[in-house]
């Protein structure tokens, strides 16, 4: 297990700084961490007489990667095994994920579906290793909708039948109507949700949805944001097509996951309403851990994001951030959470893949306003935000490897606390 060096103060010096906003680096820079906060950024030598110092030798210091979609529940497990497993085991492969995220520059991501409660409970206890994490519990799901995975025997639960596994291990929760979704939402809340997640449209994954299919009414996405923001928070939606996330702003939905088959109208609604979106580079048509069926949805679904990218290369003013989805043994395993960067060198620069994936995730987590678990600035090398950092070789804003390829991230910082140090 990786176990975190601390004390009180840590002082990089000679180092560049990207602070996660603005193109340009602030060169010759000496940072002073204290504690868990960034203390002082300074071109000019700072006195810390106490401070650990962290020589960068004209290395890049940066924010942490934050991982605006991911699933650590369901990372190191297939669907078979989240039906059949044991609770404990999947727990246990979690832990493991979390380690790893960490390991390869991830200090923050939203966790949009599974139950990872106690994962963030022990990861902010100190016990073991892993990101910040914005948990949103259960995934919300009509009957037939993205997590509805009752085999073809099994009656809904709503009609006499069975509780589905799925609902029994706080990966999701099947509803219908407006009372059961309250219900659902405000027992996420209840067990911690910094957001709620609905899903309010086909998947690839799912066994019973197509992906051009609405899923629930205006009225029960309404009743889950009524509930969300009663709480200060904000509902996130899972969805691709034009109809159900039309539906979804209807109803008040703040931040769109996905939305690979969305139109520019819909986007400039999007930029007009001050609506997120959290977006994926599923870029590959065919992956061997998904079958016939799914990988003709994943097909879909990739043929429209070079699209969308086009688009949002287009609109400076709409709001972006980059997630991976990762789930059900990405192809790229675990380090998938990073090097999926790459992906999007076609439509971007550096600059502007890696500020999608820092302050711009920095900026959406603030929806959850007083659910906010970590209450300082996210995403970002500044005086008074966390001290989430990585010091890496060369310039990352020329060169992306210098963040995907795990040899170049030489220090890894979370919460003030060193994870990494290869220097």
């Not at 409660?117 to 290793?129: E, Q, S, T």
């Not at 960067?341 to 987590?365: C, D, H, Q, Y």
Request: net charge negative.
């Amino acid at each position: 297990m990786t176990v975190a060096s601390t004390t009180n103060q840590i002082l990089f010096t000679n180092v560049n700084v990207f602070d996660g906003e603005n193109e340009t680096l602030i060169q010759a820079a000496h940072v002073l961490v204290e504690a868990n906060v960034v203390k002082q950024i300074s071109t000019s030598p700072i006195t810390a007489d106490d401070a650990t110092v962290i020589d960068g030798a004209g290395r890049t210091l940066m924010p942490g990667i934050v991982e605006s979609h991911a699933h650590l529940s369901l990372a190191a497990a297939s669907v078979p095994e989240l039906l059949t497993e044991l609770p404990s085991y999947a727990t246990i492969l979690s832990v493991l994920q979390a380690e790893l995220m960490l390991m390869n520059g991830v200090t923050t991501a939203r966790d949009l579906g599974g139950e990872v409660f106690g994962l963030k409970r022990a990861i902010d206890g100190g016990l073991v290793p892993g990101p910040r994490l914005y948990p949103s519990g259960a995934l919300i799901s009509q009957t037939s909708g993205h997590a509805d995975y009752r085999f073809p025997d099994q009656t809904n639960p709503g009609l006499c039948g069975p509780v589905p596994a799925t609902d029994l291990k706080h990966y999701s929760v099947l509803v219908d109507g407006v009372p059961r979704m309250l219900a659902a939402a405000r027992e996420q809340l209840r067990l911690g949700a910094t957001q709620i997640k609905v899903c309010i449209g086909g998947g690839v994954a799912s066994p019973t949805d197509p992906i051009d299919v609405t899923e629930f009414t205006t009225e029960e996405i309404a009743a889950a944001v009524a509930c969300a923001e009663n709480w200060g928070t904000y509902v996130t939606v899972h969805g691709y097509t034009v109809r159900a996330i039309n539906q979804a702003l209807d109803a008040g939905v703040k931040v769109i996951e996905h939305g690979q088959l969305l139109d520019e109208k819909t986007l400039q609604r999007m930029v007009d309403e001050g609506a997120w979106l959290s977006f994926q580079p599923f870029t590959h048509h065919h992956e061997d851990n998904l079958n016939d069926a799914q990988n003709a949805k994943q097909a879909i679904v990739a043929d429209g994001t070079e699209g969308i990218y086009k688009l949002i290369k287009a609109m400076p003013d709409l709001k972006v951030t980059h997630g991976t989805d990762t789930y059900l043994n990405p192809p790229d395993g675990v380090k998938g959470d990073v090097k999926q960067m790459e992906r999007l060198l076609k439509w971007f620069t550096p600059f502007e893949i890696l500020k999608m994936a820092t302050s711009n995730v920095g900026e959406l987590v603030k929806l959850t306003g007083p659910r906010n678990p970590y209450p300082l600035d996210l995403g970002v090398v500044k005086e008074g935000a966390y001290a989430d950092l990585l010091l890496v070789n060369g310039n990352p804003l020329e060169d992306l490897t210098m963040v995907t390829d795990n040899e170049n991230l030489r220090v890894i910082m979370k919460d003030g606390k060193v994870y990494k140090n290869t220097l």
